[in-house]
């Protein structure tokens, strides 16, 4: 079955960095699109960002300019890079397959917790 397994979440101050990482497993990776979402206490859960096999991305405004997606078939593995956080960035991410480009959700994975916070 599909195994999404999320790492590197963490405290960072605010204007600070991280990088999120999902490794996958049960599925074909290099010819699936996978994605983020995000979750803050008190609210539904919304979409990050996105990556297609072929490697088009697509991303939330909230994080446009500051959030890259990528991916290395070779690892199975994708990644966010999340640049001069906010504090409204605090959230639980999710590693997501994408079914339906850009945002239709198939599996999720367990998520990671992101804290911005000084």
């Known amino acids: 079955q599909v195994q999404l397994v999320e790492s590197g979440g963490g405290l960072v101050q605010p204007g600070g960095s991280l990088r999120l990482s999902c490794a996958a497993s049960?599925?074909?990776?290099?010819?699936?699109?996978l994605g983020w979402y995000r979750q803050a206490p008190g609210k539904q859960r919304e979409f990050v960002a996105s990556i297609s096999s072929g490697g088009i991305t697509h991303y939330a405004d909230s994080v446009k300019g500051r959030f890259t997606i990528s991916r290395d078939n070779a690892k199975n593995t994708v990644y966010l890079q999340m640049n001069s956080l906010k504090s409204e960035d605090s959230a639980v991410y999710y590693c997501?397959?994408?079914?339906?480009?850009?945002?239709?959700?198939?599996?999720w994975g367990q998520g990671t917790q992101v804290t911005v916070s000084s």
């Open positions: 997501v397959t994408v079914t339906v480009w850009p945002r239709g959700v198939g599996s």
């Open positions: 049960g599925i074909l990776f290099r010819f699936k699109s």
